[in-house]
């Protein structure tokens, strides 16, 4: 694809499916026709936000090379990722760097942290001598904030979560990726500490121009980062573009409720008071994954006919936000103005 | 009665290890006060989850409770009563005295027995990540029925019913009575614990942590359940969080703990307003607002103390930009500086002349917006 070429990755309506064991049942559709892609000329941070379920960590699979896509494909630098060939796929796995979830089953309880280091620079040959090896490792443990005496030596179980999801960054940053998919990185680590791994991936991404894919259910850590911003609901995105425009101007009823739904760190807005109108969007309805119909039917406020028997497309916003809703289709629904807000900005 | 629900003073609670004595909570104070949500809220590690576990006496060794009390004054007469007016108490030997319920007791000194009869009836519990504490091979109601059986003198019948009652309340439909643990998602798990917590109509629930780790979308329906209970049955909340927009949308009170000990308390909405403490000005600094403007944060400053060994003196000292001399030494009380607001720190209060001094031109000048 010619276009390809500007991107360095870009995801082409990638699709997940698992079969169940019962005969006959359909498909669970995890992740459902997904497209986005990242420019190579700079660094970008994008954050993928969705409830359990929704199909990011599928997502991340797909993206990392670990469970091949039922249809689409994952193209790197022009080239698919599941066709490459052995040097090309050695070659991704230095350029691409997962971070993952749970950082107390990503290490093998058995070695010391220093192998966690050791191995990247071997495998890739980052280092001439030990000696060179010894000071790379310090310089990186340096910058996620670690004390290389406090944490050379030991072993997993000796280190926090923290530590040793900052440890995963310390090793991205010796091999010096060219992407980081981080998938949920902030969930087992102490909110004191949210903030310092935050800061390391803006660091990476504005010194080192390292873009990072980072994926979330939590709104209000994901808004920190800032950058590009897509919400995933049942495996498809419903809503994409710019973090600050979809933030303060949430158009898909999904994306509205989600918004509404994080908790504001200020006593005198309580939900209570739209308590009436925001009750059916809680209430736990059935999602259908229907593949002609939107997935967000079964809880939403505005359905309407269509909803159900066609699956709607991307409709631009504006520039900088695209909605897949029927909402905004003008053949459908000529009334909409645009985007009416949940929530108004509650920073003041 | 104008006493609080539950009055705690100087709780110590400490865990033997073979480095010495880990004092996790280290000279607690609170009162929780009748129908209200009590929040406490703190970094992982301060002891929030070490206060709860004490007050429904679940400390195990190697942790004991050094000393303090834990004074549970409850409504006597209506709360051994059924709905239709026959008394259900089991009474024994060993239970507690009508004495002890017209009165209060020390949660403390009470033996197995009148704890069990404590437990579920008077003070439940919906401990952290509870949504895995749910037996999986037993259906939800059977587990909710199960714990009515042991607290109380229901019969099956009305434990039955009065399980479907509760589901109600937090938004769940009877057939989760008959499902199992795993044919329910993560939030209604959870949801069917708070109920099970709600079945005796309790006079204190005690929620741990309990939207961990859930969607937004979930924890909302959660704190509404919380919040449903409260108002439809004048339940008291305690609830623990280290989130504090969680705090933000539910509590009433809201206690700020930091390394064993409670460092302020005041009602929510004037605590995020102003708070007193350079601790918890840091704390509510670094909360992210959704929409707001992005500005870098920075962590607060160095490392939490090692429980071993608090800093002498204030035990924020170390981090604490407007640390002075007597800070290092003098450890600041919990005093009341103004009706409602209780903040230890030397900035407010002088321990000597006490003095209480509410404009300090240090703090003033140092909060940060």
Redesign the interface.
């Known amino acids: 694809m010619a276009n390809s070429r500007n991107h360095f990755l870009d995801v082409q309506g990638v699709s997940t499916h698992f079969h169940r064991r019962q005969r006959g049942q359909p498909p669970v559709i995890a992740v459902d026709d997904v497209s986005f892609s990242l420019p190579s000329d700079q660094a970008t941070l994008l954050t993928i936000v969705g409830?359990?379920g929704s199909g990011k960590t599928t997502l991340t699979r797909n993206l990392l090379g670990l469970t091949p896509p039922t249809n689409g494909n994952v193209v790197y630098q022009g080239k698919d990722i599941y066709k490459m060939s052995s040097e090309e796929w050695v070659a991704y796995r230095r350029e691409v760097q997962p971070v993952f979830q749970d950082p107390y089953a990503t290490y093998n309880p058995f070695y010391r942290i220093d192998r966690v280091l050791e191995v990247p620079i071997r495998k890739f040959k980052l280092a001439k001598s030990k000696d060179e090896a010894r000071a790379r490792m310090e310089e990186a443990l340096q910058a996620v904030d670690l004390r290389p005496s406090d944490v050379l030596g030991r072993y997993p179980h000796q280190l926090s979560g923290g530590e040793r999801q900052r440890i995963m960054l310390a090793r991205i940053y010796l091999i010096r990726p060219k992407l980081i998919i981080a998938d949920e990185p902030l969930?087992m680590i102490?909110?004191?500490?949210r903030?310092?791994f935050l800061?390391i991936l803006?660091d990476l991404r504005d010194n080192h121009g390292i873009s990072c894919i980072h994926i979330t259910?939590?709104?209000?850590?994901a808004?920190?980062l800032?950058g590009q911003m897509m919400i995933m609901c049942r495996g498809r995105v419903i809503e994409r573009g710019d973090m600050?425009t979809i933030?303060?101007k949430p158009t898909h009823p999904y994306t509205q409720?989600?918004?509404e739904?994080?908790?504001?760190?200020?006593?005198?807005q309580?939900?209570?008071r739209k308590?009436q109108e925001a009750k059916n969007?809680?209430?736990?309805g059935e999602l259908k994954t229907d593949v002609n119909a939107c997935v967000f039917t079964g809880r939403c406020p505005h359905v309407m006919p269509v909803c159900r028997t066609q699956r709607p497309q991307f409709i631009p916003i504006n520039p900088a936000q695209e909605s897949a809703c029927f909402l905004y289709d003008k053949a459908i629904n000529p009334e909409i103005t645009n985007a009416a807000p949940a929530?108004q900005?509650?920073?003041d | 009665m104008n006493k609080p629900l539950l009055d705690i003073a100087n709780l110590r609670v400490y865990f033997h290890s073979v480095r010495g004595e880990y004092k996790v909570v280290d000279g607690v104070n609170l009162k929780v006060n009748r129908n209200e949500i009590f929040g406490l809220a703190g970094?992982?590690?301060c002891g929030k989850s070490t206060v709860i576990e004490a007050i429904m006496r679940l400390i195990r060794p190697p942790g004991y409770i050094q000393s303090g009390q834990i004074m549970f004054y409850p409504e006597s007469v209506a709360e051994n009563t059924h709905p239709d007016g026959k008394v259900r108490q089991k009474t024994g030997e060993d239970t507690l005295s009508p004495d002890q319920l017209a009165n209060g007791f020390d949660l403390v000194k009470l033996g197995e027995r009148p704890l069990q009869q404590i437990r579920w009836k008077y003070i439940s519990y919906v401990p952290q990540a509870s949504m895995n504490s749910l037996n999986p091979i037993m259906r939800i109601g059977a587990q909710m029925i199960d714990a009515m059986l042991t607290h109380s003198a229901y019969t099956k019948i009305e434990a039955q019913q009065r399980a479907a009652e509760v589901l109600e309340i937090v938004?769940l439909p009877p057939r989760v009575l008959w499902s199992y643990p795993h044919e329910l998602?993560?939030?209604?798990k959870q949801r069917a614990i708070i109920a099970t917590a709600m079945t005796l109509n309790p006079q204190l629930v005690i929620a741990d942590e309990p939207t961990t780790?859930l969607?937004?979308?979930?924890?909302?329906?959660i704190?509404?359940a919380i919040?449903n209970i409260k108002q439809e049955s004048g339940t008291t909340v305690m609830f623990v969080s280290?989130?504090?927009?969680?705090h933000?949308?539910l509590v009433d009170r809201l206690a700020i703990m930091y390394a064993g000990k409670i460092v302020e308390v005041d009602t929510?909405?004037k605590l995020?307003k102003e708070p007193l403490h350079p601790y918890s000005q840091r704390l509510?600094a670094?909360?992210?607002?959704?929409?707001?403007?992005?500005t870098?944060?920075?962590?607060?400053l160095g490392q939490?103390p090692d429980r071993l060994s608090w800093p002498p003196g204030c035990r924020f000292h170390p981090r604490c930009p407007f640390a002075m001399d007597k800070c290092k030494q003098i450890e600041p009380p919990l005093v009341e500086v103004e009706p409602g607001h209780q903040v230890a720190c030397h900035l407010y209060y002088d321990v000597n002349t006490r003095a209480i001094n509410l404009t300090n031109e240090k703090v003033q000048n140092g909060k940060l917006s």
């Not at chain 1, 739904?261 to 005198?268: F, H, L």
């Open positions: 409830e359990s969930s102490d909110a004191s500490l903030t310092v800061n803006l259910h939590n709104l209000a850590t808004y920190y800032g600050d933030v303060t409720l989600l918004i739904s994080v908790p504001s760190p200020d006593p005198d309580r939900w209570q308590k969007l809680t209430e736990i929530r900005a509650s920073a | 970094e992982s590690g938004g998602s993560g939030g209604m780790a969607d937004v979308n979930v924890q909302r329906a704190l509404e919040l280290h989130d504090l927009a969680v933000a949308e929510v909405h995020f509510f670094s909360i992210p607002v959704l929409g707001g403007v992005r870098r944060q920075e962590s607060i939490a």
